[in-house]
Nanobody
Framework: QVQLVESGGGLVQPGGSLRLSCAAS????????MGWYRQFPGKQRELVAS???????NYADSAKGRFTISRDNARNTMYLQMNSLKPEDTAVYYC???????????WGQGTQVTVSS
Protein backbone atom coordinates (compact mmCIF):
# COMPACT_ATOMS: atom_id res chain seq x y z
CA GLN A 1 0.00 0.00 0.00
CA VAL A 2 2.75 2.40 1.01
CA GLN A 3 5.40 2.29 -1.64
CA LEU A 4 8.69 4.10 -2.08
CA VAL A 5 10.44 3.27 -5.32
CA GLU A 6 13.99 4.41 -5.98
CA SER A 7 15.42 4.75 -9.45
CA GLY A 8 18.41 6.28 -11.17
CA GLY A 9 21.19 4.17 -9.73
CA GLY A 10 23.79 2.48 -11.83
CA LEU A 11 27.44 2.44 -12.79
CA VAL A 12 29.25 5.74 -13.21
CA GLN A 13 32.89 6.73 -13.52
CA PRO A 14 34.66 8.76 -10.83
CA GLY A 15 33.82 12.44 -11.25
CA GLY A 16 30.54 11.65 -12.91
CA SER A 17 26.99 12.41 -11.87
CA LEU A 18 23.78 10.57 -11.12
CA ARG A 19 20.32 11.69 -10.12
CA LEU A 20 18.35 9.38 -7.87
CA SER A 21 14.58 9.58 -7.67
CA CYS A 22 12.18 8.29 -5.03
CA ALA A 23 8.56 8.05 -6.11
CA ALA A 24 6.09 7.74 -3.24
CA SER A 25 2.57 6.39 -3.29
CA UNK A 26 0.04 5.48 -0.62
CA UNK A 27 1.03 8.41 1.60
CA UNK A 28 0.26 12.07 1.89
CA UNK A 29 3.69 13.06 0.68
CA UNK A 30 3.60 16.61 2.02
CA UNK A 31 3.16 15.25 5.57
CA UNK A 32 6.49 13.42 5.51
CA UNK A 33 10.04 14.43 6.15
CA MET A 34 12.22 12.66 3.63
CA GLY A 35 15.76 11.45 3.42
CA TRP A 36 18.35 9.49 1.53
CA TYR A 37 20.42 6.87 3.31
CA ARG A 38 23.13 4.59 2.06
CA GLN A 39 24.55 1.31 3.22
CA PHE A 40 27.98 -0.10 2.57
CA PRO A 41 28.53 -3.87 2.72
CA GLY A 42 28.72 -5.05 6.32
CA LYS A 43 27.95 -1.59 7.69
CA GLN A 44 24.98 0.17 9.23
CA ARG A 45 22.76 2.35 7.12
CA GLU A 46 23.82 6.01 7.31
CA LEU A 47 22.15 9.29 6.50
CA VAL A 48 23.29 11.04 3.33
CA ALA A 49 20.83 13.92 3.17
CA SER A 50 17.43 14.87 4.51
CA UNK A 51 14.73 17.37 3.67
CA UNK A 52 11.81 18.32 5.86
CA UNK A 53 8.33 18.98 4.67
CA UNK A 54 9.19 22.66 5.15
CA UNK A 55 12.19 22.40 2.83
CA UNK A 56 15.00 22.50 5.38
CA UNK A 57 17.95 20.35 4.30
CA ASN A 58 20.83 18.62 6.04
CA TYR A 59 23.78 16.75 4.59
CA ALA A 60 26.37 14.33 5.79
CA ASP A 61 29.84 15.87 5.71
CA SER A 62 30.79 13.52 2.89
CA ALA A 63 27.92 14.84 0.77
CA LYS A 64 28.24 18.57 1.38
CA GLY A 65 29.11 20.51 -1.73
CA ARG A 66 28.55 17.54 -4.02
CA PHE A 67 25.00 16.31 -3.42
CA THR A 68 21.71 18.20 -3.52
CA ILE A 69 18.46 16.88 -2.09
CA SER A 70 15.14 18.21 -3.31
CA ARG A 71 11.48 17.31 -3.41
CA ASP A 72 8.53 17.94 -5.69
CA ASN A 73 5.35 17.60 -3.67
CA ALA A 74 3.16 17.87 -6.76
CA ARG A 75 4.82 14.73 -8.13
CA ASN A 76 5.24 12.93 -4.78
CA THR A 77 8.91 12.56 -5.62
CA MET A 78 12.21 13.22 -3.88
CA TYR A 79 15.53 13.55 -5.67
CA LEU A 80 19.21 13.33 -4.91
CA GLN A 81 21.51 14.98 -7.42
CA MET A 82 24.98 13.51 -6.97
CA ASN A 83 27.95 15.21 -8.62
CA SER A 84 31.68 14.62 -8.47
CA LEU A 85 31.11 11.02 -7.48
CA LYS A 86 33.89 9.07 -5.83
CA PRO A 87 34.49 5.33 -5.50
CA GLU A 88 33.74 5.62 -1.79
CA ASP A 89 30.19 6.67 -2.69
CA THR A 90 29.56 3.12 -3.88
CA ALA A 91 26.65 1.77 -1.84
CA VAL A 92 23.00 0.87 -1.89
CA TYR A 93 20.97 4.06 -1.56
CA TYR A 94 17.62 3.99 0.22
CA CYS A 95 14.68 6.37 0.27
CA UNK A 96 13.19 7.10 3.70
CA UNK A 97 9.90 8.74 4.65
CA UNK A 98 8.96 9.76 8.20
CA UNK A 99 5.59 11.21 9.12
CA UNK A 100 6.03 14.52 10.90
CA UNK A 101 3.39 13.74 13.55
CA UNK A 102 3.23 9.96 13.99
CA UNK A 103 6.88 9.26 13.14
CA UNK A 104 5.79 6.35 10.96
CA UNK A 105 8.77 5.35 8.87
CA UNK A 106 8.88 3.67 5.49
CA TRP A 107 11.76 2.55 3.33
CA GLY A 108 12.28 1.92 -0.32
CA GLN A 109 13.90 -1.20 -1.70
CA GLY A 110 17.19 0.50 -2.46
CA THR A 111 19.10 1.24 -5.62
CA GLN A 112 22.72 0.34 -6.26
CA VAL A 113 25.21 3.10 -7.03
CA THR A 114 28.62 1.96 -8.20
CA VAL A 115 31.41 4.45 -8.89
CA SER A 116 34.26 2.79 -10.69
CA SER A 117 36.52 3.22 -13.68
Amino acid sequence: QVQLVESGGGLVQPGGSLRLSCAASGITFSSYNMGWYRQFPGKQRELVASITRGGSTNYADSAKGRFTISRDNARNTMYLQMNSLKPEDTAVYYCNARHFITARTDWGQGTQVTVSS
